[in-house]
């Protein structure tokens, strides 16, 4: 799958899961778009605007009762924040955003340290009154 002026105004090609790929086919057999992926409906040989996408994603946030700031891009945000928590490389994860320099990649790491922070840190809301008199198991005393 091709993105054409991405971010930078530069095309480049985008990688994506089997099973996605499966779900894009059954999607072009389903609806056989002309020469976009996703179409107007009033004028399927347009393509949708990216402003139409943002006005779009703005409706269903406000739907669903996020209010949360965040656009699309979010997304790409997202992906590539668990990507590193979850201990996938830098370079990987540079490579799967497209990103011509590692140095933009390296602002994620940031990003998810600041996550596994905040998940650690939800351990002081446990309630540890509720362990009281809950027996724990002695060590043997070598």
């Not at 799958?1 to 991405?6: A, D, E, K, P, T």
């Not at 089997?18 to 107007?40: I, T």
């Not at 406000?62 to 979850?86: D, K, V, W």
Request: proline fraction near 6%.
């Amino acid at each position: 799958m091709w993105v054409r002026q991405g971010k930078g105004g530069k095309d480049r090609a985008a990688l994506y899961p089997p099973r996605l790929k499966q779900v894009l086919n059954e999607y072009r057999e389903a609806c056989q778009p002309l020469d976009w992926l996703f179409y107007r409906p009033d004028t399927p040989h347009l393509h949708l605007s990216p402003k139409t996408l943002v006005k779009r994603f703005a409706k269903l946030k406000e739907r669903a009762g996020l209010i949360r700031e965040g656009g699309l891009h979010s997304f790409r945000h997202s992906f590539a924040t668990h990507l590193i928590a979850r201990g996938i490389d830098i370079y990987t994860v540079q490579k799967l955003l497209g990103h011509k320099s590692v140095t933009t990649t390296q602002v994620y790491i940031h990003l998810a340290q600041s996550m596994i922070l905040s998940r650690a840190q939800s351990l002081d809301l446990l309630d540890y009154q509720s362990f009281k008199g809950v027996e724990t198991p002695k060590r043997s005393q070598p």
